[in-house]
């Protein structure tokens, strides 16, 4: 089966989802026009990346950054969700958008994925946090380790250094994932001594090979309101934090980019997937199936829920009911 796909590179609008996500129908509204069946956005696009957390920031400062992220974050439910939701189904297209999830009272980084009807079919939250993000999100458990069949293929993905987690990877290679998502933020913070772009390409290439499937890779890129933003509470990014960076891209189950990358600016990878090349990759390397060794080792997941509560509710006891003017 051959079909095109659309990936997205761009920045959001500095703590307004409202504005975002008219960014976002609108970016799905052209991909659909473009001929696309799927569009990916990059990680936690709703309502943006928390750079901050890598910041020298007080305290003080990074409470008060936290509280506007809680405030433009969303819940599965929530209004803004559901106009993504109609508009994939006004347009026809499956849709796969990297939020920050509210549930109860924690933030979760949270892939959602919403069929081309308009419907939720799978939500799942990345399950490390990379090293000051734990200061923002909570994590995931083994429940977010699945694949969803659609129309188009066995659909799956992970988040950012996810990526790097090798029996994650295998637990959807294992479920036949044919269609891998990779959300990542964008690559033009000098926070670590290495190009996140070229990361991105390393890593992607390498899953798509591993796995013998097609990779999905959308980034954000830093717009010029984030930086101007953040420089002004943190002069000392000066020459660290610049406009640019990020990567949308495709690649084969041969680990090749099947059109040319979007790099360094805001804009949309489109790229055709044939399934057929998934069965030609196998042929010589099937890493769950005749290239595997399960006498040998083999992967144990854990895939249940986990609650912080177990057994029933407690309720308040009975109290009797005092009758004063009597």
């Not at 509204?29 to 910041?55: H, I, K, Q």
């Not at 069949?149 to 996810?162: D, K, M, R, V």
């Not at 189950?253 to 805001?266: A, K, L, Q, R, T």
């Given at each position: 089966m051959?079909?095109?796909?659309?990936?997205?590179?761009?920045?959001?609008?500095?703590?307004?989802?409202?504005?975002?996500?008219?960014?976002?129908?609108?970016?799905?509204?052209?991909?659909?026009?473009?001929?696309?069946?799927?569009?990916?956005?990059?990680?936690?696009?709703?309502?943006?990346?928390?750079?901050?957390?890598?910041?020298?920031?007080?305290?003080?400062?990074k409470l008060e950054l936290y509280s506007k992220l809680y405030e433009n974050s969303v819940s599965i439910d929530s209004e803004y969700i559901k106009r993504i939701c109609y508009q994939a189904k006004i347009k026809n297209i499956f849709v796969v958008i990297g939020i920050n999830e509210i549930s109860g009272k924690t933030i979760y980084n949270s892939q959602v994925f919403i069929n081309d009807e308009g419907s939720i079919i799978g939500v799942r939250r990345k399950l490390v946090p990379t090293g000051e993000e734990r200061t923002v999100w909570g994590r995931g458990d083994g429940s977010d380790l699945f694949t969803m069949?659609?129309?188009?293929?066995?659909?799956?993905?992970?988040?950012?250094?996810?990526n790097s987690m090798a029996l994650s990877r295998y637990a959807l290679y294992s479920q036949g994932v044919e269609l891998y998502v990779a959300n990542w933020p964008g690559s033009n913070f000098k926070s670590q001594p290495r190009d996140r772009t070229k990361t991105v390409d390393t890593v992607c290439r390498f899953v798509a090979f591993e796995g013998q499937t097609f990779v999905i890779a959308s980034s954000s890129t830093v717009g010029q309101e984030e930086v101007d933003y953040y420089t002004s509470i943190c002069p000392e990014l000066e020459g660290s934090f610049s406009v640019?960076?990020?990567?949308?891209?495709?690649?084969?189950?041969?680990?090749?980019?099947?059109?040319?990358?979007?790099?360094?600016?805001?804009?949309?990878?489109?790229?055709e997937v044939d399934t057929g090349l998934i069965v030609k990759a196998k042929q010589m390397i099937d890493c769950?199936?005749?290239?595997?060794?399960?006498?040998?080792?083999?992967l144990y997941v854990d895939s249940e829920k986990k609650s912080t509560t177990v057994g029933a509710v407690a309720t308040p006891p009975s109290v009797p009911d005092f009758d004063f003017d009597s």
């Open positions: 051959k079909f095109k796909i659309a990936s997205v590179v761009a920045s959001p609008a500095m703590f307004d989802i409202s504005a975002t996500v008219d960014k976002c129908c609108r970016i799905i509204e052209e991909s659909s026009d473009n001929g696309a069946r799927m569009v990916v956005f990059p990680e936690t696009f709703l309502p943006l990346y928390p750079w901050w957390v890598w910041m020298e920031l007080s305290s003080m400062k069949p659609t129309s188009l293929g066995q659909l799956g993905g992970l988040i950012c250094y996810e640019g960076g990020g990567i949308a891209a495709i690649y084969d189950p041969f680990g090749e980019p099947v059109s040319e990358p979007v790099i360094n600016e805001e804009g949309i990878c489109y790229g769950v199936g005749h290239y595997a060794r399960p006498d040998v080792a083999r």
